[in-house]
């Protein structure tokens, strides 16, 4: 089973940018399509971004396109999601997770086992 690890949230600035790492183990990243969620309090679980198992395929919500590029390093077991010209409505919890496709919206396969999630404030 795939196990994954977010980390890289943190408070920023609106305007700021981060890079997020999900680090997983277990089996290659090779057979899976791979997706970034985000959860605001209160809210429904939102797919941002996917990248298809080859690498040669992403994909992103409407709300992110443009802010957001998702890559991913196979020798290293690790999907990134670089988060530019954050705004306040980004706030969330951020989680990645294998995807049945990398067409949006995105959904996790039915064997995904989330992590623990990364904080990303956006506040001045």
């Known amino acids: 089973q795939l196990q994954v690890v977010e980390s890289g949230g943190g408070l920023v600035q609106p305007g700021g940018s981060l890079r997020l790492s999900c680090a997983a183990s277990?089996?290659?990243?090779?057979?899976?399509?791979m997706g970034w969620f985000r959860q605001a309090p209160g809210k429904d679980r939102e797919g941002v971004s996917c990248?298809?198992?080859?690498?040669?395929?992403?994909n992103y919500a409407d709300s992110v396109k443009g802010r957001f590029t998702i890559s991913k390093d196979n020798a290293k077991m690790t999907v990134y999601l670089q988060v530019e010209d954050l705004k306040p409505d980004d706030t969330a919890v951020y989680y990645c997770?294998?995807?049945?496709?990398?067409?949006?919206?995105?959904?996790?396969?039915?064997?995904?086992?989330w992590g623990q999630g990364t904080q990303v404030t956006v506040s001045s």
């Open positions: 277990g089996i290659s990243l090779s057979y899976f399509h």
């Open positions: 997770a294998p995807v049945t496709s990398c067409y949006m919206p995105i959904s996790p396969t039915y064997y995904a086992s």
């Open positions: 990248i298809d198992k080859s690498g040669t395929t992403t």
